[in-house]
């Protein structure tokens, strides 16, 4: 007979923090039940599971979140699988600019209405975050990505959690902002677009990036290229061009977008008609950047 303590107290398993987060995840138990319940017997079917978890955890490499098929995210659970990448804390910093900034540029007029932009959207994090975090603030909402099986992942996440929006909303799937250039109708909304594009340079990903990253984790999620530009250097150009098609400099796009420090400088060189703002610094080296354009 399994107890919770005979597994807990078993040297074979070196990893207690996995172990226990398993225990919680197949038992429903919180951390004091489980101290509480100690020398209660573990039924075989959970068992069966809490081994097999910790047995792709420390065998396959696999992450936890993938195992057990969840993540926290702004004080949310959102699904994942493997085929969206485990949301990163310093994401987290760009729901909280976006938030502060829509209460400032909110405050200078009594009603403003938004369209949201979520583009390379995976399993939604970023835009249903924002969603929750500013309710009655949009009411037109894009969730874009150009893989279909993070499609399916971000309409769970919405059915999840969304539940009181009234607008309209879409899940494309799309080359970057390519679908902007295709829009029939121009929104006369100020269009607020979130992007945490992949911006790590091939070879750094290559070389660097953590095994169970490398061998686990979408590539495509990650790379964008020799410098890491090459994706936000196309979604620029899709806007100007949507910009100069339906001659919509008047309509603002404000884009919050993560990137690292070095490559805010390269980008500025290269597009002068764009104005750079930093608004968080995640590590010294990983920032959440405002991006529009000049006036
Ligand atoms: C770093 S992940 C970000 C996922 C999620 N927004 C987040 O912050 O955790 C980058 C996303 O960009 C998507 N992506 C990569 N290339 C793309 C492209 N050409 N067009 C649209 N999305 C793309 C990937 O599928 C992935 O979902």
Do not use: C
Request: hydrophobic content about 35%; aromatic content about 10%.
């Amino acid at each position: 007979m399994t107890t919770y303590e005979s597994l807990l107290k078993n040297p074979d398993f070196k990893k207690k923090s996995v172990l226990e987060t398993l225990i919680k995840e197949y038992t429903h138990l919180t951390r004091e039940e489980i101290w509480i319940h100690l020398n209660d017997p573990i039924d075989e079917k959970t068992l069966q599971l809490i081994l097999d978890g910790y047995h792709q955890y420390i065998e396959d490499k696999k992450p936890l979140e993938y195992i057990v098929g969840h993540v926290d995210f702004f004080g949310k659970e959102f699904y994942v699988n493997e085929h969206t990448i485990i949301p990163r804390p310093e994401t987290e910093y760009m729901v909280r600019a976006v938030s502060n900034w829509i209460s400032i540029d909110t405050s200078k007029q009594q009603k403003k209405t938004y369209t949201l932009l979520d583009i390379g959207t995976w399993s939604g994090i970023l835009g249903i975050s924002v969603l929750l975090q500013n309710p009655d603030t949009f009411n037109q909402v894009f969730l874009s990505d150009i893989s279909e099986e993070a499609l399916e992942v971000a309409k769970k996440n919405w059915e999840r959690l969304i539940k009181n929006y009234q607008g309209e909303k879409q899940f494309l799937k799309s080359n970057l902002a390519d679908f902007l250039t295709n829009e029939k109708e121009e929104t006369s909304n100020h269009i607020i677009l979130v992007a945490n594009l992949p911006y790590i340079p091939d070879e750094t990903f290559d070389n660097n990036a953590l095994e169970n990253v490398q061998k686990r984790e979408p590539r495509l999620a990650f790379v964008g290229g020799d410098d890491g530009l090459d994706l936000y250097r196309e979604m620029f150009e899709q806007i100007a061009t949507r910009d100069a098609k339906h001659n919509t400099y008047k309509v603002p796009i404000t884009m919050f977008l993560e990137m690292m420090t070095r490559q805010i400088e390269i980008l500025k060189k290269e597009f002068d008609r764009l104005e750079f703002e930093e608004l968080e610094t995640f590590h010294f080296n990983i920032k959440i950047v405002k991006v529009q354009q000049k006036n």
